[in-house]
């Protein structure tokens, strides 16, 4: 079953890259086989779906959702990049950032979401990956999760597919 099947089989739609007005930034970054994402946050169309800090303005399950929209998020501008999820050869590293209070130790529990939604769409060998939690006192706009993606995607000819 491809990528995009899978998607279609766990009834998840993605975005388009977005890229916030006013800023200056790729969405992804390729660099050979490698693939860099930009932080994404947990935006719905132009909405953010939460904001505020897990733990305290959000509970620990809102973060967990605001963590998988994040995630899909991160999809959608791959795909957007390369045409096609069916180019990602594996997910390597997803660096997450929660924003919390100081004593806030949930923070592995929170990107699991994320982490289950990759494993589901690439399975384990190709979806699992190294991880970084990371506590943060403020991201911008108030978000509750940023996201990266480290990807290695096929090439052709050593040029992307995009």
Request: overall charge negative; some cysteine; aromatic content about 6%.
């Amino acid at each position: 079953m491809s990528y995009e099947e899978k998607l279609n089989q766990l009834k998840i739609n993605l975005p388009t890259a977005f890229t916030p007005k006013g800023v200056s930034l790729l969405s992804v970054k390729q660099a050979g086989n490698i693939l860099y994402t930009s932080g994404h946050d947990c935006r719905v169309g132009d909405e953010l779906l939460y904001q505020g800090k897990v733990g305290s303005d959000l509970t620990i399950e809102e973060g967990r959702e605001a963590a998988k929209q994040t995630v899909i998020n991160c999809l959608g501008s791959i795909k957007s990049h390369l045409g096609s999820l069916n180019h990602v050869v594996q997910i390597i590293k997803m660096t997450g950032y929660i924003n919390c209070q100081s004593d806030f130790d949930q923070l592995p529990h929170i990107l699991d979401s994320a982490s289950d939604i990759l494993i589901s769409i690439f399975g384990v060998e190709r979806g699992g990956h190294a991880r970084s939690a990371i506590g943060v006192e403020s991201l911008p706009y108030r978000i509750p999760i940023e996201i990266e993606l480290v990807v290695e995607v096929k090439t052709r000819g050593g040029k992307s597919f995009n």
